[in-house]
């Protein structure tokens, strides 16, 4: 496929959040992700994009007119145990200790403070594959 800008994929998440420069903290100290670009409107975040492993997501500042929206993401990382660590020193709650699981996958639940759900997993090799 053509004209997807390196380090992007055809489809990626696209956050409106408010309060979205805490936001983009929590992506970076919270999942380990590294801000790569920030488009400012004024004082406001009109578009800031982190990247988390293999993954680039963008962050906007919520308004009236696209309002905050939180969601579901699975994320995979190197160690599930240290990863959800991070993410609950960062502010985010507990929502499922981190636990090896039938499919394959070593994973823990957290809910961040916007109110978005992150599987955070390590494949472990056995299960889908």
């Known amino acids: 496929m053509t004209n997807i800008p390196p380090g992007y994929s055809s489809v990626f998440p696209y956050f ?6 805490d936001f983009c903290a929590f992506l970076v100290t919270g999942l380990g992700g590294e801000e790569i670009g920030r488009t400012m409107a004024g004082s406001r975040i009109a578009n ?10 963008m962050v906007s500042e919520a308004t ?4 905050a929206m939180p969601a579901s993401y699975y994320i995979y990382v190197a160690d599930a145990d240290t990863a959800q660590q991070r993410a609950l020193a960062a502010g985010a709650t507990e929502i499922m ?4 699981q039938p499919y394959g996958d070593r994973q823990g639940g957290v809910r961040d403070a916007w109110g978005n759900l992150w599987w955070i ?5 056995e299960g889908y594959d």
């Open 16 to 21: 409106f959040a408010s309060n979205a420069e």
């Open 48 to 57: 800031a994009r982190v990247r988390l492993g293999t993954t680039t997501v």
């Open 64 to 67: 009236n007119d696209w309002p």
């Open 97 to 100: 200790p981190v636990a090896d």
């Open 121 to 125: 997993s390590q494949h472990l090799g």
